[in-house]
């Protein structure tokens, strides 16, 4: 089965669900920031290994299913669990979930992940809004052949995180005395931590955090037209920053510890989505 095959099939599934329900923004939440999703209101949950053509997640933190449901007046599909390259997935794979949103009349999608803190300037528990993206991932979810009817074989990617939303959610967070930093951020393969010269080198390069995920969805985003938010939670500080070791319990861990506040910007989110 191709991927255009297996992108159909699980649409209609998705669809099928859903019912008359159209969803009208996307999300897709990170390590220890799925609960976000327990939020909405009249939800349908989709389990993804029920969806034919779909991948599992496999990694702590992530639930495994598209959670449908109100919130802020708009009809929201949320990913409670991502899919990542280091899973043994290609990026064609674990970026179907966007090409499926999109299918289903989504416009607008947000992603959000937990990082390694590469600027100094961050602690722990810090939110970022992406401002734009570096891919040191080694592969691109694009390469192949091009799915024409999603966006052209060599799109632009000078605005993936759309400026005006951008724009209105600092406005938004400013206003309400939410520190909401901006900066660039860098994807590596994983599921290794980096290495402190890895780290230096992402700092050399201009990133202010590194991770292992959100990149190949937000191209295949905006391969496809669709507006796009980025918030990164810095779950730790990259290593050779701190003399301590990495584990993933903390980054779910310091997730659960700033929920409060990340569940206050998300709403905000959806607010700035609505005035477009």
Known sequence: MTLSERIEQSTAYVAEQLGDLKP??????????GEYADCLEEAIKIPYGDIPGFLRS?????????????RGGLTVLAMQG????????????????????????????????????????????????????????GQNPLIGANLDEFGPRFPDMSNVYTPVLRKRLLERTESEGIDLAQGVYAMFSGPCYETPA?????????????????????????HAGMQVLGISCITNMAAGILDAPLHHGEVVETANRVRKTFTRVLDLVLEVVVER
Not at 58 to 70: A, C, D, P, R
Not at 209 to 215: D, L, N, Y
Request: aromatic residues 8%.
């Open 58 to 70: 496999t990694v702590e933190g992530h639930e495994g299913q598209f959670v449908v449901g109100k």
């Open 24 to 33: 009208e923004v996307g999300m897709i939440l990170g390590s220890g920031l």
């Open 82 to 137: 991502r899919f990542h390259y280091y899973e043994g997935y290609s990026q064609q794979e674990i970026t179907m979930p966007v090409r499926v949103m999109r299918k289903l009349g989504i416009e607008t999608l947000v992603v959000t992940n937990a990082a390694g803190g590469v600027n100094t300037a961050f602690a722990e528990g810090a939110l970022m809004l992406i401002a734009d993206h570096i891919n040191y991932s």
């Open 198 to 222: 890895e780290v230096r080198f992402a700092r050399a390069m201009g990133a202010d955090a590194v991770g292992m995920s959100t990149v190949p969805e937000t191209m295949v985003a905006a």
